[in-house]
């Protein structure tokens, strides 16, 4: 029988889950067209 400490648990867990995915800074933006992508910094060769 699963106790109710392992299923709060359980349930808390994927709350915190939830609540840290809709807190996240890339949900809060769309990208708009005319955003230029972030550029890669070339190591020099040697």
């Given amino acids: ?3 109710n400490f392992s ?3 359980c349930h808390a867990l994927i ?3 939830a609540w840290r995915l809709l807190r ?4 809060d933006r769309e990208p708009s067209p ?3 992508p972030p550029q890669r910094k070339r190591r020099p060769r040697a």
């Fill in 24 to 27: 996240a800074p890339l949900l």
């Fill in 34 to 36: 005319h955003d230029t």
């Fill in 1 to 3: 029988m699963i106790d």
């Fill in 15 to 17: 709350l915190l889950a």
């Fill in 7 to 9: 299923l709060g648990l």
